[in-house]
């Protein structure tokens, strides 16, 4: 999996949170907690929405495969909105 290079946004935030962890280290642990935490949930609902993906792309196959093999399907007759 490629993983794009953090935006500039991005960079300037972990900045901030590398001078607040500086500052208070003792935050350090439930920040590592919470960062966590939210990664999990997001794995997660990636993990999700990639399934889902993957279902819908195989129906859609079937789909268009047994709308082309119809014998009774006249695809000239079919108008495209373009």
């Known amino acids: ?3 794009d290079p953090l935006t500039l ?3 300037f935030a972990v900045s901030k949170l590398k001078l ?3 500052r208070y280290p003792e935050n350090s642990r439930e920040l590592a907690i919470k960062n ?3 990664f999990l949930a997001l794995a997660q609902a990636y993990k999700k929405l990639s ?3 993957e279902l819908l792309q195989s ?3 079937e789909f268009i495969e047994l709308l082309v093999t119809a014998p009774e399907c006249n695809l ?3 108008k495209l909105d373009n």
Do not use: R, V
């Open 51 to 53: 399934e889902e993906h």
């Open 59 to 61: 129906e859609y196959t």
């Open 20 to 22: 607040h962890l500086d």
């Open 9 to 11: 946004e991005a960079e």
């Open 76 to 78: 000239s007759s079919i």
């Open 1 to 3: 999996m490629n993983i």
């Open 36 to 38: 966590y935490e939210d």
